[in-house]
Structure formats: C-alpha cells, structure tokens
C-alpha cells in the first residue's frame, strides 16, 4: 500500500519536472506537455468508477463469506452450511466464479446502458418527426423521493468510505492478520497462489483487502467530488428552488461559454418550438445549496472518526503478539473480563524479575498475578 501511494505521488511531482524540462528545451511545448485533461467526459469515468467501486465490493463481500464459510475456529456458528461449503470444493468455486460473473455483467449492463435512469428529460425526442414532445418522458425511478444536497451527498460518501473500514476492522484476525488455519482462497483449491518466476505470493488477507483498499480510493474520490462540486462545470444550473438541470445539447456544452447554461439563458422562449430552452434538459430531483466549505467540511467527520478508531484499535491490541503455537488459529484467546492494560503489566511481570525473590516466590507470584486476570 506504501509503495502504491509512493507510486502516485511521484507520478504526480514528475509530470511537473517534466514539463518543466520539455518547456526549456522544446519548441512545441503545448503539444507534448502533461495536464489534467483525460479527453472523456464525467459521465464515462463516474460509470467507470461505479462499476470498479461495484466490482471491488462484491468480490470483497464473496470473499469474506467464503472465508468465514472455510474457518472452523467457531464449531457453533452456521456448522451445516459450513460443513456443505468445505466438503463440496467443486460447489464452492462455481458458486464463487458463476455468481461472481453473472452479477457483474448485469450490473455493470445496467450502468453503462443506462437502461434504468434516475431522472428524466421533460420532453422526449420523436424519431420519425424529428421534433420534440412534451408528453413523452424517459422512464425513471425517482418518483418523488427524498431531494439530496451536496452536504448529504457528501455524508454519504463519507459513511461509505467508513464501512469500508468497518469491513477490515470486523476481520477475526484483526489486527494482527495472522492465522494458522489452513483456508483455501476465494475461488481457488488453494490456500495461496504462486508464482515463481517473479516469486509473488497471495494469501488470504491480501486476496481479501487488497481490492477493498484500492475501492477505499475510488470512495475517497466520489467523496472529493462531492466537496468540490459546483453545477456549472458539469454543464449544469439550478433553478429557483435549487433543483439541478443538465444541459443536454452538446453544442452548447463545447462553447465552454458558462453563461450559456444559466437558468436565465435557458429560461428564454426559443422562436422555432415557441418552448423554453430549459425543457430539453433534463431535470433532477438532486439540489444544489451553495454551502460554504466550513460546512462541507462536516461531511468528512464520519471518516476521521473512523480512521481513529482503526488506528486506536492497531494502537491497543497490535501490542498483543499472536499465538505461534497454532491454538485458537493464531488469534488472542477471548476473555470474559479483560483489558490490555491488565495483559501489558503480567507481560512485564513475566518479562522482569522480581527484585529480592526466590524462583520459587517468582513463580507463584505470576500464577497468581495470571490467575486474577483469568
């Protein structure tokens, strides 16, 4: 995770000493030069991030139930089901490619056709007349719902990226991430995958939270949008109760001129249908308020408070080494009545003598010190 941040980043801070060098030494600077435009539309890559962010979550939840389908630490939870999953191999893999496919081919259909859409356009496009009408609508599935904010659009963003925290924080082997338990991989006959020309090597837990991290970035960049979302620079404008219409006439969109998609620019009678410009765009149930950046700022709470949390529980119980003898699967044994602090200060009393004691003092002190723990 280190090395692809650091891989980032550096991309990022080299593309400037790039362009730096090639503004010094070339004379067609414009033509060559590194910038932020990518040449496709947020449309494309927001469908392109919900169907990585879809993909990375579904694989995430099949494997987790998978693994917990495989582990036998706890005899009494779900034991029939359990049983049935790791006796029949060949049943678990299908399920977890066949289920795995069809749900993704559906769903990624779903978002790039849009078959199903959330708003609609006020009037519909008549082929064979070429003209417009105003009593056909594209279906939709918002009926009324609740309208949304870029404050709660943004709280929901956040809420999203803490679950994704939730799910590694909720891992039985958290945080240590060791386990002496033999669990074949999601899909696979196998518990880890290998490859020795490159001398790569996957187990579990990397199978598992390597997608849900890379999902993490995507949900942290749906958050970003959110904060820095203004209609304008998508093509859009609100109306006089903060409802967001969006321009659909691409030749208006490639002038780049934003005061053709205000709400009094196309709130103007056009002579040819003697209709408003604005009832060919299509209108959403979605508001824009204006909020200021203090107050978006409260949508990113929810995900401080969870990487506190994440860190805190590393902090705590990473100080517990696991079990290397194989008992309880390498994880630390549960008990009723416990705290770290108690576990840290017997540690100690193991780990030092006991000044002006006998051996055999020292040993009964710990066995009474372990049994009041106990």
Known sequence: MVMFLTVIVSLYIFSHVYNFILLLGYVNYEDYHVNSCMYITNA????????????????????????????????HWANRVRVFWRRHTVARILLFWVGSIVATVLVVTLIVSDLI??????????????????????????????????LSRGFLASFILVSDLIIVMQDWDFPHFTTTLNVNLPGFSVSTLQWKYAKLSFTGKWFNYGIIFMVMILDLNMWKNQFFYVPRNYGQYTDQHHKIHTVMD?????????????????????????????????????????????????????????????????????????????????????????????????RRQQASPMPNTSSSDQEEAVVAEGSTVS
């Open 44 to 75: 494309s890559l927001m469908k392109a991030a919900a169907c990585g962010t879809w993909l990375g979550d579904l694989i995430t939840a099949l494997m987790v139930t998978d693994m917990m389908l495989q582990d036998d630490l706890y005899p």
């Open 117 to 150: 859409s959330w708003d609609k356009l006020n009037r519909g496009f008549v082929a064979t007349t070429g003209q417009w009408d105003s009593t056909i609508s594209w279906d939709k599935l918002n009926r009324g719902f609740v309208a949304t904010t870029e």
């Open 250 to 346: 691409q030749s208006i969109l490639l002038t780049g001129n934003l005061t053709l998609w205000t709400y009094n620019a196309r709130n103007v009678t056009d002579n040819s249908t003697d209709q408003v410009y604005r009832l060919d765009d299509m209108k959403m149930n979605s508001k824009y308020i204006g909020y200021s950046t203090g107050v978006r700022c409260t949508t990113f709470i929810p995900c401080v408070l969870g990487f506190i949390l994440f860190i805190s529980l590393i902090f705590v119980y990473g100080r517990f080494p696991p079990n290397k003898d194989g008992t309880y699967g390498g994880r630390l044994k549960k008990r009723r009545r416990s705290s770290w602090r108690r576990e840290r200060n017997t």
